[in-house]
């Protein structure tokens, strides 16, 4: 652990709190921890918008339905 506090150049207590999940850990932190440990390629998929299924369904339900106008009808002439 005192290795890869070190590496992440953090200190043991934080990488702790890393490891609980501690919200009030900044996401700076996170990402050095996981360069330290060669896993930072899977941040940038953390947050892929393509890859939320949740958001991409909440998405869908919000645009607007179709709307048909009634056509107008000539004049009589």
């Known amino acids: ?17 890393v490891e609980a999940g501690d919200s009030m850990v900044a996401i700076g932190i996170y990402a050095a921890v996981l360069q330290a440990l060669g896993l930072i390629d899977g941040l940038g998929e953390l947050a892929a918008p393509n890859q939320d299924e949740v958001g ?17 009808r ?4």
């Not at 652990?1 to 709190?17: D, V």
């Not at 991409?56 to 107008?72: F, G, I």
């Open 56 to 72: 991409l369904s909440l998405a869908d339900e919000n645009l607007p339905q179709r709307v048909r106008l009634r056509s107008r």
């Open 74 to 77: 000539a004049p009589d002439a």
């Open 1 to 17: 652990m005192e290795i890869l506090a070190e590496r992440a150049f953090t200190t043991r207590q934080t990488l702790q709190k």
